[in-house]
């Protein structure tokens, strides 16, 4: 049984930081691209940012690049966003994804084989 399991969201002040993981269980990770996502009530899942299955390739929304940086450990099965500079608009449910059939990360939720169940952001002004 594939699990996803989000870890170290939180309440942060504008400007501060966190550090995001997910504990793959269940799949060979290493031939899974991993993406994160985020979502707000109201509004769909974005793509937040993607790394390949290798790691060698990591790929950003425009609205975080330069703040946030994904990276895997395919030896721990474990995918992490690190994110710096935070700001309110970041607040959401960010979430972990896995990724069979393509090498690159996907933009697009539909892609993903496998989610977690999200661990929330709060970032305060």
């Known amino acids: 049984q594939v699990q996803l399991v989000e870890s170290g969201g939180g309440l942060v002040q504008a400007g501060g930081s966190l550090r995001l993981s997910c504990a793959a269980t269940?799949?060979?990770?290493?031939?899974?691209?991993m993406g994160w996502f985020r979502q707000t009530p109201g509004k769909e899942r974005e793509f937040v940012a993607g790394?390949?299955?290798?790691?060698?390739?990591?790929y950003y929304t425009d609205l975080v690049k330069g703040r946030f940086t994904i990276s895997r450990d395919n030896a721990k099965n474990g995918v992490y966003l690190q994110m710096f500079s935070l700001r309110p608009e970041d607040t959401a449910v960010y979430y972990c994804?896995?990724?069979?059939?393509?090498?690159?990360?996907?933009?697009?939720?539909?892609?993903?084989?496998?989610w977690g169940q999200g661990t929330q952001v709060t970032v305060s002004s």
């Open positions: 269940g799949l060979n990770f290493g031939v899974y691209a």
């Open positions: 790394i390949s299955r290798s790691g060698d390739f990591t």
């Open positions: 994804a896995a990724d069979f059939k393509y090498g690159v990360p996907s933009h697009s939720p539909s892609a993903y084989d496998y």
